[in-house]
């Protein structure tokens, strides 16, 4: 029997991302918080709902977001007027499309727990010209060494909730990147990266 979901309509108003976000103030107030002490102006995000981040950004900020929400990316557009919404799977999705630009950071909140592995995710993000990186998890991560996958398959597909090993994503990280940490916020997780090694697009 395919598991219950939730009517996409619950998803897609702006009430649902607040009341997401009042659920994780500290790791939000962390986010906002190291956009400005970064002078970050330049945001490419993935997963980014309606494109809150956009709020807190300085005026003439380019804000990109990557969303398989058709109707989260209308709700961006008429809260933020002159952002990039573009619609499609991060994992799939062709990357040339940014050759030639720079940003500030990568950032990705509470999405890597819905996908199938993080691995594509990072061969992806490594594509992207960006001077940091940052992940939050918003279900906590285990401390043995084996991922707890949660699939679900319902009228939307198949969903993911997985808790994922720490120990296991630090080695991965290690043989990837010079640099990252993670910072704790409860049941919250945040992953940074600086900076990254990247593979230009197209080489």
């Not at 330049?42 to 709902?49: K, T």
């Not at 007027?81 to 940003?103: C, I, K, M, N, Y």
Request: charged content about 25%; some cysteine.
């Amino acid at each position: 029997m395919a598991a219950r979901t939730v009517a996409p309509t619950w998803k897609h108003g702006l009430q649902w991302y607040a009341r997401l976000r009042r659920h994780h103030v500290a790791v939000w107030k962390f986010v906002e918080e190291y956009v400005v002490r970064n002078g970050v102006k330049r945001v490419i995000e993935v997963g980014g709902g309606a494109g809150h981040v956009a709020s807190f950004l300085p005026y003439g900020s380019d804000y990109v977001n990557i969303e398989v929400n058709a109707e989260a990316l209308r709700l961006q557009g008429l809260a933020h007027p002159g952002t990039r919404a573009v619609h499609g799977s991060f994992l799939d999705l062709d990357l040339r499309q940014f050759a030639g630009e720079h940003f500030d950071l990568l950032l990705t909140m509470s999405v890597l727990e819905h996908m199938a592995g993080y691995e594509r995710f990072f061969e992806q993000a490594d594509q992207i010209d960006a001077t940091r990186m940052l992940v939050t998890f918003f279900v906590k991560m285990g401390t043995d060494e084996h991922d707890r996958m949660c699939v679900r398959d319902g009228p939307e597909g198949l969903h993911y909730r997985n808790t994922y090993s720490r120990p296991k994503l630090e080695a991965f990280l290690r043989g990837r990147y010079p640099w990252f940490q993670f910072t704790e916020f409860g049941f919250d997780s945040v992953l940074e990266i600086q900076p990254a090694v990247r593979t230009p697009i197209g080489a």
